[in-house]
């Protein structure tokens, strides 16, 4: 900080941690951007020389493209909306209210937030076929859904939590009634925390992957992970399409991100524990 | 919703603005304002107990039975005991894979926290340009797609038009012209863990780093005046920061590397003959591919178990706040 030649030096490496993990991604984009020629050839290719968008077309004209992107989104969508609204409402009186039984919600949304989900597919095999909604977007849905939500119960409280209960006691003494003070009051503060929940639960269902390939069996069922997945034995070496499809399937995700990425972390580590 | 209500003690309530509006708060505190927590939380119980609590349970009870593909079908429920788990006990290879799973957990958990605390500690003396453009690639990193990532890691070390191998040839290392990254099991597994620490590291870091940004700068400044050395510096000032959230952060990458499935299914299904195939594979292979659902119940009974031991000094420490939180 002090001295030039320190600052220097510690600016190199910051840089070059940086390169680091921004390489994958610039070698994803240029990747898919180069002839499909160019991508096999033996020559050293660290910068593209030519740039082309025919990958994307290729990728995003092939039939099944446009179907796994809306099978990716209606569950994904599917599931935030219904852990959004469950997860509020579970949310407003754990932070609002006294009540006998409290504690113990509070416990199972915790031991489902650790639940190792990886560990309980055989059982959700069974109850979905025995529901007979294996192979149906539907099994995901509520996979999704269920996985985001005890996440979106304990960041959502913290959020509700944070806005004042004078505001709405307030608005109750101006003549709202409690449902109207809610309504009025704190839903609207609530926005950003509902955007925030809201896009981590996209994520999350957005990548899920060993769900969506174990249930879906017809190849016109998958989701974009499992499709992308897929890429390497459908197509044999198809890097620049297979390139493609990750840059169109990560963008989505990236969008999101950016927007809010700060409070990610302050929602991931809500109420760590200290000692 | 005009009729005429109980009248509301006036102190208690002023008037409403519009009848209707006071009629119903009326009527739920009257009727609904005991029940009115319950009604709310009952989808998110239903939905917890129906999809979580239940296949959690479920899990237990299909690891006592012989269930196949053929029982199934009959609907016939053969209780067998602790059959599935003798037979897994007595397989030399479930226990290769758990101690592969074992040290494959350790690797990426402490690559991820030693780079993560690193890059958190170096981002504090960045210039502030440098420091944003830090923060950008790790977001990037972060927010590649899980399989999305695969598939470039894949592609970066291809055998034959690989960048890593083309670079190396390019540096004078003629002897790895076409080799391949994934002929051993170690080295599929070594190729995973670097996937895995390039994509975990951001959230650590940020999560560090926000922690480091709480230690009032004042502190630094004293540790300077009084001549203390970096190590000091960091053992009496950054570590008192850090370190509930190095404990949380390590607890979360047990918990997620320990379970990883995507990452190693799709870089090689667990190959080369099975010497990269970890404990959440075992449990696809067995379950799903072979349907063999009781043995493959009582391996994921056993995951589970084996998390929680491996987590139980912080499960504690998480239980007891938490409860006295609530």
């Keep these: 900080m002090r001295t030039g030649p320190r600052r220097i030096l510690l600016g190199t490496i910051g840089l070059l941690v940086a390169a680091v993990f921004a390489f994958p991604t610039y070698w994803m984009i240029t990747s898919a951007l180069k002839p499909p020629i160019e991508v096999l050839s033996a020559r050293y290719d660290l910068i593209p020389l030519s740039v082309s968008l025919d990958n994307f077309a290729t990728a995003i004209a092939k039939p099944g493209f446009a179907t796994y992107l809306t099978n990716s989104l209606i569950v994904t969508l599917g599931a935030v909306a219904c852990s959004l609204v469950a997860g509020l409402l579970a949310a407003v009186p754990l932070a609002r209210l006294r009540f006998r039984g409290r504690k113990g919600f509070v416990l199972l949304v915790l031991v489902a937030q650790l639940a190792p989900l990886e560990a309980l597919f055989i059982p959700m095999y069974l109850l979905m076929k025995d529901l007979g909604l294996l192979n149906t977007l539907p099994s995901l849905l509520l996979v999704y859904f269920a996985t985001t939500l005890p996440f979106t119960i304990w960041t959502l409280r913290g959020f509700v939590n944070g806005i004042p209960v004078e505001l709405e006691e307030a608005a109750m003494v101006d003549g709202c009634g409690r449902w109207g003070a809610f309504r009025r009051v704190t839903l609207p503060l609530l926005g950003p925390g509902l955007v925030a929940t809201s896009v981590f639960g996209f994520i999350t269902a957005w990548n899920e992957f060993l769900y969506a390939f174990v249930f879906m069996r017809d190849s016109s069922k998958y989701t974009l992970p499992v499709w992308l997945e897929s890429f390497q034995t459908a197509f044999g070496t198809d890097w620049s399409g297979a390139m493609a499809g990750a840059v169109l399937y990560s963008v989505p995700a990236l969008v999101f991100f950016l927007l809010v990425q700060r409070k990610l972390v302050s929602g991931g580590t809500a109420g760590a524990v200290k000692g | ?326």
């Design chain 2, 1 to 326: 919703m005009t009729t005429v209500l109980p009248t509301v003690p006036a102190g208690d309530h002023p008037p409403a603005p519009s009848g209707g509006r006071k009629a119903r708060s009326a009527v739920r505190r009257l009727t609904g304002e005991r029940a009115m927590p319950y009604l709310l939380l009952a989808p998110a119980v239903l939905v917890l107990v129906a999809f979580l609590g239940w296949p959690a349970v479920q899990v237990i009870g299909i690891s006592l039975r012989r269930l196949d593909l053929g029982a199934l079908v009959r609907g016939e429920v053969v209780w067998v005991g602790l059959a599935n788990y003798r037979e897994i006990f007595a397989d030399p290879e479930f226990w290769t894979i758990t101690l592969r799973t074992l040290a494959f957990t350790a690797t990426c958990v402490g690559g991820v926290m030693s780079c993560a605390l690193l890059i958190a500690l170096l981002m504090r003396h960045l210039p502030s340009a440098v420091r944003v453009i830090l923060q950008v690639t790790l977001v990037l990193a972060w927010a590649m797609p899980i399989i999305a990532s695969t598939t470039v890691f894949q592609w970066i070390f291809d055998q034959q038009y690989g960048i890593l191998n083309k670079t190396l040839v390019k540096l004078g290392f003629e002897s790895f012209a076409g080799h391949s990254w994934f002929g051993s099991g170690v080295s599929t597994l070594a190729v995973i863990s670097l996937l895995i620490i390039w994509q975990a590291v951001p959230f650590v870091t940020f999560t560090l780093y926000a922690g480091l940004l709480t230690v009032p700068k004042d502190l630094y400044e004293a540790a300077g005046i009084d001549g203390a050395r970096p190590s000091q510096v960091f053992r009496a000032v950054s570590w008192p920061a850090l370190r509930p959230l190095i404990t949380l952060t390590t607890f979360l990458s047990v918990l997620w590397n320990f379970k990883v499935f995507a990452q190693v299914w799709a870089i090689r299904e667990g190959g080369p003959d099975g010497e990269s195939t970890t404990l959440p594979v075992l449990l696809y292979l067995k379950g799903i591919a072979d349907s063999r659902f009781g043995v493959a119940s009582a391996v994921a009974t056993l995951m589970v178990l084996l998390l929680v031991v491996l987590t139980a000094r912080y499960l504690q420490l998480l239980l007891r706040t938490r409860e006295g939180q609530a």
